[in-house]
């Protein structure tokens, strides 16, 4: 009987691994399909790749959801990375801000409620990682590669307001996340009841 339970336990380990992987493919792939918005920094470019990633969260947990945003980001840095692995560390860190506290949110009670809920924490929880991480580990990265006024220069050509570093994260990066945020969002909640019993078979 142990044995069983043991070998249960196993089967359903191993399928759970198969679901994140399959999702993080999933993810790498729109990833790749990203695109600018014209009233943000051409450097800006939003995908939905976090969207497979919050699903397998509130399916299989927020760990599950981490997992899939590793994946994909090493995927994409082995495959296409320009930046030495530091934009997908950022991308890392934005999106598991914005999928953990979602998916605990989600799963302390499973109902549409807490599921809007959770996305909409989750998208001020990455605003502010968000801001937090250009400041301190994107920009200063990329003026590596171009002078900082030029990467402010780039806000400014769509905001006057966008002046430095602050007023870049202010006004353009954490805008720009509000929107990703709030899109992530509207596509899982439109298609979350449709996978999820495919997911947690």
Do not use: W
């Amino acid at each position: 009987m142990q044995n069983g339970l043991s070998v249960s336990k196993n089967k359903l380990s191993v399928n759970t691994l198969v679901k994140v992987s399959l999702l993080a493919v999933v993810a790498y792939i729109l990833m790749l399909l990203d695109f600018p918005l014209p009233m943000f920094p051409s450097f800006l470019r939003i995908d939905l790749s976090d969207v497979p990633a919050l699903v397998g969260a509130f399916a299989l947990g927020p760990v599950a959801g981490v997992l899939i945003q590793l994946v994909k980001v090493v995927l994409y840095g082995i495959t296409k990375s320009s930046t030495g692995g530091v934009g997908e560390m950022a991308n890392f860190i934005v999106g598991v801000s914005y999928v953990v506290p979602a998916a605990i949110v989600y799963h302390a009670k499973k109902d549409k409620f807490h599921a809007l809920l959770g996305t909409i924490i989750g998208t001020i929880v990455m605003c502010v990682a968000g801001a937090i991480a250009n400041y301190y580990i994107i920009i200063p990265f990329y003026s590596n590669f171009m002078p900082i006024d030029a990467i402010v220069g780039l806000g400014t050509a769509v905001n006057s307001r966008i002046v430095d570093v602050k007023t870049l994260i202010i006004y353009g990066i954490t805008p720009f996340n509000l929107v990703k945020g709030m899109a992530i969002a509207t596509v899982t909640l439109l298609i979350y009841k449709k996978l999820s019993p495919i997911i947690k078979k």
